[in-house]
Every structure is written in structure tokens, then in C-alpha cells.
């Protein structure tokens, strides 16, 4: 097992040749990334992996996204220390963990109630109170909660949801999420001013599937989405 002075030198090095070298150049996020301890999110079994430039099993079909995705994320919904978050398909916990840092509080859905429990505990570990994690139907977002100043979506819909889009707030809500099947999936940002709402494609990506009521079907294979 190696010593957390190991770790933190792997993390560093993670940020500076997976994140600032490829482009990633906000300092709260790169300071969030340096932080906090990506190999606890990780299974036993993959630990030594940690900060390598890739996904990672989670179990149940699911992954632990890549850093760089992770980044480029965070990096283009544009954090505010005052932002209310939602964020869909919580996974590991680590990405939401990243938000939790980054903002004032943090909504997560996750389907999979053994994925939920563990990341609430490794969250609540790392002393951060200002979250709550929901398990259900993420693709139906967290209408009782609403309106959000950021949303998150970290597994790939069909097309774009409008009840999530009726979630943002009206001053300058934005989402990203991934859209389409794979491999063509497209990495969005939709902005809200008002009843207006433009997007932008960002990047092409591949996450599982969000599995729900706005999402595909429960019988989608995860495994040809490979995140
Ligand atoms: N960002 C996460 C991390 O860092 O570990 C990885 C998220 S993983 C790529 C996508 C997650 O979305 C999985 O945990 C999956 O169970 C969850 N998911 C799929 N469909 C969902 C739904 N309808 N509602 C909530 N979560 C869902």
C-alpha cells in the first residue's frame, strides 16, 4: 500500500501532465484535483491505478471517470463558491466530492444504492457536510430541489432532456452532459438565460449509459459504451 507522501506525489503529477499540460487551466479546479484522494473512490483491487490517465471498474458495470474528464467538466460549468448543484449518476463519489469543494452545495442521484452508500460514506470521511445523495431515477433530475445553478450529468442520454433544462436556473443556468449512443456521443453545454437555452459542443466523449425514464432503456449494454 503506498504511503499517502506517495500518493500525493502521483496526484501532483497527475494535474500536471494529465490536466495543465492538455489544457485544463482553472486553479480551483486544479487545486481541487490536487486535493483530494482519488485512490479512496477507487475498489482495493485497482487502488494502484489510481492516478493513472484512465477510467476504473467501480463494480456493478459502472466507472470511476477519467481525471481528465473529471477536469474538463468542472472545468466548463464554471463553479461558483455560491452555486447550488445537481449532479447526476454520483458513481464513486469522487466527481462529486470535486463539486462539493468547488461549491456551496451539491444534490446527487445515484440508480445504484450500493454505489450511493459507499460514495456518502467516503464523502462524509473526507469531513465534507454539504451534500446529499438521492438514490433513484437521476434522468428525472430533482424537480422538488430545483431551480440549480449548475447541473452535472455523468452517463450519456439519448438527447436532451427538457425536464432537466426546466431545472436551471433562469439567471445563467448551465448543464453539461454527455449525448448520444456510443460511440457518437457528444460532450454539451446548455445555457439557460430566461426561456432561451443555447448549447455548445465541447468534446467527444464515451460514458455508460443513464439508465431511467429519460434515458435508455434498463437492457442497454453498458459494457459497448465503455466510459
Ligand atoms: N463521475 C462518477 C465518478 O467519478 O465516479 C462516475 C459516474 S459513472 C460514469 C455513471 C453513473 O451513473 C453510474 O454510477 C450509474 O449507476 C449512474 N446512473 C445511470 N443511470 C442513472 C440514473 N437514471 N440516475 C442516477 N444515476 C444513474
Redo the contacts with the bound molecule.
Keep these: 500500500m503506498a504511503s499517502s507522501r506517495e500518493h500525493a506525489r502521483l496526484r501532483s503529477r497527475m494535474v500536471d501532465e494529465q490536466l495543465r499540460k492538455r489544457g485544463i487551466q482553472d486553479r480551483r479546479v486544479l487545486g481541487a484535483m490536487n486535493v483530494l484522494p482519488r485512490h479512496q473512490?477507487v475498489p482495493d483491487e485497482h487502488k494502484p491505478q489510481s492516478y493513472e490517465d484512465r477510467p476504473l471498474p467501480?463494480g456493478?458495470g459502472?466507472?470511476?471517470?477519467q481525471p481528465y474528464i473529471?477536469a474538463f467538466m468542472t472545468e466548463n460549468l464554471r463553479l461558483k463558491p455560491h452555486h447550488k448543484v445537481l449532479e447526476?449518476?454520483?458513481?464513486?463519489?469522487?466527481?462529486t466530492a470535486i463539486l462539493c469543494h468547488l461549491a456551496d452545495y451539491v444534490y446527487s442521484?445515484?440508480?445504484?444504492p450500493r454505489?450511493a452508500d459507499l460514495a456518502g460514506a467516503r464523502i462524509g470521511d473526507l469531513g465534507y457536510r454539504n451534500l446529499d445523495i438521492h438514490v433513484?431515477?437521476?434522468?428525472q433530475g430533482l424537480p422538488d430541489q430545483a431551480p440549480f445553478d449548475r447541473i452535472m450529468v455523468?452517463?450519456a442520454v439519448p438527447r436532451l432532456p427538457n425536464v432537466l433544462c426546466a431545472q436551471l436556473s433562469q439567471f445563467g443556468g448551465q448543464l453539461i452532459l454527455p449525448i448520444g449512443a456510443a460511440p457518437a456521443q457528444e460532450l454539451k453545454l446548455i445555457t439557460r438565460t430566461a426561456d432561451r437555452f443555447t448549447t455548445r459542443n465541447l468534446l467527444g466523449c464515451r460514458?455508460?449509459p443513464?439508465?431511467?425514464r429519460y434515458?435508455f432503456d434498463s437492457k442497454t449494454d453498458s459494457t459497448s459504451f465503455v466510459?
Design positions: 473512490f467501480i456493478d459502472q466507472t470511476i471517470s473529471v447526476i449518476g454520483t458513481g464513486s463519489g469522487y466527481q442521484v445515484e440508480r445504484i454505489l433513484g431515477d437521476g434522468s455523468t452517463a460514458f455508460v443513464l439508465i431511467g434515458g466510459s
